[in-house]
């Protein structure tokens, strides 16, 4: 189908950074943002480009009283021919109505999500950064003004989306990658099967800043989240999927509903089984990591996500005992995967496989 959203244009253009080392993360909204309303008996409908500004909603909104709300993420990348690259935003458009089923909101056509994804991001391109590491981040997300405090799912909903002109996850050097410290978070759970884990709901974050904050006062990084019914089981690695290379074989937690599918995790699963390495989806106990560390078949360990692609793990902390890594130095697989990963989104390898690179 052939979309036609209008587009009215800000009067009061923003000042666009000039000092892409000091871009960071969600601090530079484009000029526009594309928003559309849902009615019961009507469906999604009025989709349009207007100038970025607040929305509002009434204080009685169910969405700040009982959570009703998602959110997406992925990145528009500039390619060497000076258009933009997106990588496999199909799978954003399947995840944003898994996670629609899960939150009780209506599910939205995926050509209508990828329509507008594309037209947000052709009006505000001339935002994009074009440094090494940068791109024009999208977050698409869906909040209720329905005003009520039934504790029932709304009949009106608001999908919007806004672009940020994002920095390099790895400062200084994009490719420069380096060991992470991570800490095993024994207390805290960031989802229990039957939940929303699966699910990208603002809920689940905001549960899980009590153990970064914790893990910062432990000198580390991020946390490594264990299963909510034994804590014995690996699960996330902060908010990015983990994966471990154990005597040649890698391994990476099943999704069994309390792990968000992330769209880079399925990337680097399928890019390693056509490498030819055998990768294990699996429960994975964090005593079979320890024990690796500690007799040197841990080879390596890595976490997944949309800002940093691929981000090693140099170090596990538990019990006040450090695990190093490979001796804390980047492995060969970790690298192999951010090279060719994050090179097919900017355009300077190819596709390698046909059909994950969307550009615009």
């Known amino acids: 189908m052939d979309y036609n959203f209008p587009v009215t244009r800000t009067t009061t253009p923003k000042e666009k950074p000039t000092d892409c080392k000091t871009l960071g993360f969600g601090k530079y909204f484009t000029d526009h943002m594309f928003i559309m309303e849902y009615d019961e008996g009507q469906g999604w409908h009025d989709g ?35 258009t933009l690259n997106l990588f496999r935003p199909d799978m954003n458009a399947k995840r944003l109505n898994r996670t629609n089923e899960r939150m009780c909101i209506p599910p939205m056509d995926e050509e209508l999500f990828l329509a507008a994804v594309k037209a947000i991001v052709k009006v505000d391109e001339d935002w994009t950064p074009t440094d090494p590491g940068t791109s024009l981040y999208i977050r698409p997300f869906i909040v209720s003004p329905e005003v009520s405090f039934s504790v029932l799912p709304a009949k009106k909903y608001l999908f919007i989306i806004i672009l940020c002109a994002v920095g390099a996850y790895y400062e200084g050097n994009e490719s420069k990658l380096h060991g992470s410290r991570i800490l095993v978070e024994e207390n805290y759970i960031r989802a229990a099967v039957g939940g929303t884990g699966a699910a990208k709901t603002a809920g689940n974050y905001a549960s899980g800043m009590i153990a970064s904050y914790k893990a910062h006062d432990h000198g580390c990084e991020e946390v490594l989240w264990l299963d909510s019914k034994e804590h014995k089981y690996v699960e996330e690695v902060g908010t990015s999927n983990a994966f471990f290379k154990i005597n040649g074989k890698i391994v990476t937690p099943e999704l069994t509903g309390s792990i968000l599918p992330g769209v880079t995790r399925d990337s680097v699963i399928k890019l390693l089984r056509k490498w030819g390495y055998e990768v294990e989806e699996r429960r994975i106990e964090l005593a079979e990591v320890f024990e690796a ?53 900017i355009g300077k390898l190819p596709d390698e496989m046909g059909d994950w690179i969307v550009e615009i």
């Open 48 to 82: 349009r480009i207007v100038p970025y500004g607040p929305i509002s909603l009434d204080p009685g909104s169910t969405s700040l009283h009982y959570g009703q709300l998602m959110f997406e993420g992925l990145k528009a990348y500039r390619n060497p021919k000076g």
């Open 293 to 345: 560390a500690e007799n040197g078949t841990l080879e390596e360990a890595w976490a997944t996500g949309t800002a940093c692609v691929i981000s090693p793990i140099g170090v596990l902390v538990y019990k006040d005992k450090d695990y190093p890594i490979n001796n804390e130095v980047v492995g060969d697989v970790s690298q192999k995967l951010y090279d060719n990963l994050y090179g097919m989104q």
